[in-house]
Structure formats: structure tokens, C-alpha cells
């Protein structure tokens, strides 16, 4: 068997990322690249930008449950999503050269296309909240392989007080796990066994996981928000299961590198 050419990373890493199912990569972007996206972000959420729909934003649960005015949507703002295909800047992230080599190098191909991207806001305290245990393929069940690599983009400082994500190691080795599967094993989750992996990350940092790599964030406890946004990778060779009728509404899919194929994605 030939060796796969590397584009970014060494084999180690690539390794590394096959054994746990996530990787960090450290200053990715430049400082400007960062403030380029994180203040587009905030026009986006604050509903400034034209080109994007008003269902491409979500609200903080805590915000909309209040039965209070919003006065400041941009703090209230939960999460962004389906982005990139509507808007020039974002897409130019999920575009970008240095992300796209590390993804080829996870996915042992040039031919890529995005799956969605979904951009995370997580407010300050009292506001930004949890998100639970869970793999993406669990909700991405449509596509096959599951075998999809998501980047999450780190736009401020996340740390583990204003809740970073975090992984355990090796689970996207254990099959799509959702409803009662996952549930049973709930308690057992951050013990010697089976421990949890805190990913902090600064600006311009990124962390690449994999679709079935259990993974969460805990709330906001912190008096700064913390900005993620992830882009979902797939390669183009991937099948959609058009029978499946309740994984999420999204995009057409648009070609990040290389070559289309018939009847897939």
C-alpha cells in the first residue's frame, strides 16, 4: 500500500487523530484572518447582513423562555448556521487553504465538499448554554460513511470556564450512539475509563474531531462570550440516504476541493 502524501500534518497527527478522533492545531489563522470573522460574526448576528436569512440565527433558549425585549441580539444570539453558502467571508474561511490541507490529510483525499457549518456564540453568564453529550452523525445520519471532520475554529480565547469543548477519546470508534444507547452510558463518562478531554483553544486555533467522537461544552460561566465556528467536511465521494427523512435541512452541498462525482453528494 502507498503512503498517503501529506499536505499540513505528519503522519503522528494524522495517527493521533485516527486513534482518539480529535486533533488540535495550534495559530492556524493569522490575527487578522480572526478579526476578520469574528466582526463579520457579529453583523450576521445582528441581523445586518442581507444576504443572510433570518432562520439562519438562533436565539439563546435562556432569552427567548424570559418573555423579555431583546436588547442586544447579538449577546442573545445562540447560534449561526448555513453561512458559508451565502456569504463570500465565511465562505473564504471554509475555503481556506490551511484548514482544507489539514481536513484532506484527516480524510485521505483532495476531493472535499462542505456539509454545513454552524457558528457558536455561547454568551456570557447567565446567557451561553450547555450542549450535552452527543456525535454529529447521530443527527447527520443521512450521509454514509460516517466519516465526516468537523473545524471549529476558535475566535476568542475558549477555556474551560466559558466552555470549551470536550471529547472523549476513541468514541468515534464505538458506532452511531443516540436515545437509550447513549444514555446507558452517561454516568460512566469522564471515570478512568473512559476519560474526558478538555480541547482549550486560542484565537486562530482549531480543533478538527470526527463525526462520531463524543464530544460537548458546558455553560458560559465566565463574563466573555466565546466564539466557535465550525465547518463540516465530508468527502465528495459520500452518499446521501434520501430515504432518511428527519436528519437536518441544509444547503446544497458546494465543493471545497476537487472532483464531484455522480450520484454522491
Known sequence: ??????????????????????LTV?????????????????????????????????IEPAVTQSGKPIE?????VRKLYNLAVYDDIMWSHATNPKVVDIIADLLGTDDIKMYADQFFMKAPK???????????????????????VSAWTALD???????CLNFLPGTHRWGMLRGERLSVFLDDLGGEQW??????LTPGSISFHHSLTLHMSNANLSGKRRRGYAIHY?????????SVT????????????????????
Open 1 to 22: 500500500m502507498s503512503k498517503q502524501h501529506l499536505r499540513s500534518l505528519t503522519e503522528e497527527r494524522v495517527a493521533q487523530f485516527k486513534l482518539n478522533g480529535f
Open 26 to 58: 495550534e495559530n492556524v489563522l493569522t490575527p487578522e484572518e480572526v478579526e476578520t470573522i469574528a466582526a463579520h460574526s457579529d453583523v450576521i448576528a445582528a441581523g445586518k447582513a442581507e444576504n443572510i436569512p433570518d432562520t439562519s440565527i438562533q
Open 72 to 76: 442586544n441580539q447579538v449577546l442573545s
Open 126 to 148: 447567565g446567557v451561553g448554554s450547555a450542549q450535552q453529550w452527543h456525535q454529529d452523525s447521530a443527527s447527520w445520519r443521512d450521509i454514509f460513511p460516517m466519516d465526516l
Open 157 to 163: 480565547h475558549a477555556t474551560e470556564e466559558n466552555g
Open 195 to 200: 476519560p474526558i478531554v478538555p480541547a482549550p
Open 234 to 242: 465530508m468527502r465528495a465521494s459520500s452518499w446521501k440516504d434520501e
Open 246 to 265: 428527519d436528519a437536518p435541512k441544509v444547503p446544497p452541498f458546494k465543493s471545497v476541493r476537487g472532483r464531484s462525482f455522480p450520484g454522491r453528494v
